[in-house]
C-alpha cells in the first residue's frame, strides 16, 4: 500500500485522482504526488527507519507504489558521503564540503532513483513500453529497469552523445537511436510517438514519479547527517528533478515533524556554455528562456529548456539560495584536481558543482564556516579522460630510473 493521497498541478494546484497514469497536468504543467504525511508519520519512526538496510526502497511508504512485486530493484545503495579535507586547506576553507557519491548506484548514476521509481509506477499501471530522450546517464538508467520490470525501452539521445552510454543502454536491452540535435529535439520525438507507437514518455518532469525517486536523496542526505540539514547544497543542474525532489523530501519531512522549518541554501551550478537557469535567476525571471547554441562536455546539465524551470527557480529563492554558471575550462581543472589531489573520480557535472562550492566562497555568498553538502550525480569513468601513462617493453633491458 501507499500513503498517496492525490497529485496536484505544481501551477494551478489542480487536484487529479491518484491511481491513474499521467504525463504532465492540463496546464501542460508537471504533476507532484501528494501523501498523507501525518498518517505516514503514526506509521513509521526515525528508529524503525535506522534498522532497515535496504537501498531506496528502505523509504518505501515516502514512495507511490502501491504493490510490492511492483517496486523493480537492481540493488540501489545508500550512497557515501565523502570529506574533501586535503582541497578545503589547500583553498583556505574553514568550514565543510561534504561530496554525496551517486556513482555506485545500479548503472553508475543517480538517474538509477529517478527512473527506478518511473519503471516501477509505469510496470505498476500496466505500461509495455516506455521512451525517453537523454544525454546519456538516463537512457542506460531506463533501459536497465525496463529490461529488469519487462517492459520496452526506447532511447533517443543526441548523436555526439558518448559511446559508452549509447552502448550501454543498448546493451541491457534498449532500442537506441541517435538524433542529429540537441536533446530538446529527441523530446519533441518522443513526444509525437506518443500517440503514433504507443509508448509512455518518462522525459524529465513529464511524469511524476522521477521526481518522487530523487526526492530519497533528500531523506537520505538527512538521516545521513543525523537529521540536521546542512546550511547549503549545491546541484549541478539541468533538467532540476534534483532541486525540486530533495526541496519536496524537506518540505514532507518538516510536515511529518521529523525535521524543524530551518532550510539549506539551494544552489544551482550550470556550465557557462548552456546557463539558462542561472539568466533566468540574475534576470529575476519566473521562466528560463531556452538556451541557444548549447554546449558542454558536462553532458548532464547540457539541457537548453527545462520544463520545471519554474519550480527550480522558486526553489532557489526560496531557499535564499542562487544560481553560479562555471565555465567550462573550470570544471574540467576541477575535475581533473579533485581526482589528483583526493583520488576521488567526480563525474564533470559534480566538478562543476565543486567548482561552484569554491566560487561562492571566494565571493563570500558561502559564509566561511559553513557546512555544504554537494552531489557528484555519475561516475567519472564514462567520460573522456585524458591521462600521461608510461610504457614498459619487457623484451629489452628496464630503465628502473623511470620508476622512481
Ligand atoms: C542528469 C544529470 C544531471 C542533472 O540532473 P537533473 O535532475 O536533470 O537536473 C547532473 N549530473 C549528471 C551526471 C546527470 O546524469
Redesign the pocket.
Known amino acids: 500500500m501507499s500513503f498517496v493521497t492525490h497529485l496536484e498541478c505544481s501551477e494551478t494546484g489542480k487536484k487529479y485522482e491518484a491511481g491513474k497514469l499521467y504525463n504532465l497536468s492540463e496546464a501542460g504543467k508537471p504533476l507532484l504526488v501528494r501523501y498523507d504525511l501525518k498518517a505516514l508519520a503514526k506509521t513509521l519512526s526515525k528508529e524503525e527507519l535506522a534498522s532497515r538496510h535496504y537501498g531506496l526502497w528502505r523509504y518505501r511508504e515516502f514512495l507511490p507504489v502501491e504493490k510490492d512485486e511492483n517496486c523493480i530493484t537492481l540493488g540501489e545503495v545508500i550512497s557515501p558521503i565523502i570529506r574533501v579535507p586535503r582541497i578545503l586547506k589547500k583553498i583556505g576553507a574553514s568550514g565543510e564540503l561534504i561530496v554525496k557519491d551517486e556513482s555506485r548506484q545500479p548503472t553508475s548514476?543517480?538517474?538509477a532513483r529517478?527512473l527506478g521509481l518511473a519503471v516501477s509506477m509505469a510496470k505498476e499501471f500496466g505500461v509495455k513500453h516506455v521512451a525517453i530522450p537523454t544525454?546519456?546517464?538516463?537512457g542506460g538508467a531506463l533501459a536497465a529497469y525496463a529490461t529488469r520490470a519487462g517492459l520496452k525501452a526506447t532511447v533517443l539521445c543526441p548523436d555526439d552523445t558518448p559511446e559508452v552510454n549509447v552502448n550501454e543502454a543498448a546493451f541491457v536491452g534498449a532500442h537506441v537511436f541517435r538524433v542529429n540535435g540537441y536533446i530538446n529535439h529527441c523530446g519533441e520525438i518522443v513526444a509525437e510517438g506518443r500517440d503514433k507507437v504507443g509508448w509512455f514518455d518518462v522525459s524529465?518532469m513529464k511524469e511524476p514519479y522521477r521526481v518522487e525517486g530523487?526526492k530519497t536523496l533528500g531523506i537520505e542526505l538527512a538521516e545521513q547527517l543525523g537529521w540536521e540539514l546542512p546550511d547549503a547544497i549545491i546541484?549541478?543542474?539541468?533538467?532540476?528533478?534534483?532541486?525540486i525532489g530533495v526541496w519536496k523530501a524537506f518540505d514532507e519531512l518538516e510536515e511529518m515533524g521529523w525535521i524543524g522549518p530551518k532550510r539549506p541554501k539551494m544552489i544551482v551550478a550550470q556550465a557557462a556554455g548552456c546557463a539558462p537557469i542561472v539568466e533566468a535567476w540574475k534576470e529575476g525571471a519566473e521562466k528560463a528562456r531556452k538556451w541557444e547554441e548549447a554546449h558542454t562536455k558536462?553532458?548532464?546539465?547540457r539541457?537548453p529548456a527545462?520544463i520545471a524551470d519554474f519550480l527550480i527557480l522558486r526553489t532557489i529563492r526560496a531557499s535564499g539560495g542562487f544560481a553560479l554558471a562555471i565555465p567550462e575550462e573550470e570544471i574540467f581543472d576541477t575535475w581533473r584536481e579533485v581526482a589528483r589531489e583526493e583520488g576521488l573520480l567526480l563525474?564533470p557535472?559534480?566538478a562543476a558543482a565543486f567548482a561552484a562550492y569554491k566560487t561562492a566562497l571566494r565571493d563570500g555568498r558561502i559564509a566561511p564556516g559553513s557546512r555544504v553538502m554537494m552531489f557528484s550525480?555519475?561516475t567519472g569513468l564514462k567520460y573522456p579522460m585524458e591521462a600521461k601513462t608510461g610504457y614498459i617493453d619487457r623484451t629489452k633491458p628496464i630503465d628502473y630510473s623511470v620508476f622512481g
Not at 544525454?135 to 538516463?138: E, H, P
Open positions: 548514476s543517480f538517474k529517478g544525454n546519456g546517464n538516463a524529465t530523487k546541484f549541478p543542474t539541468g533538467g532540476g528533478t534534483m532541486p558536462a553532458a548532464g546539465i539541457v527545462a563525474c557535472e559534480g550525480c555519475a
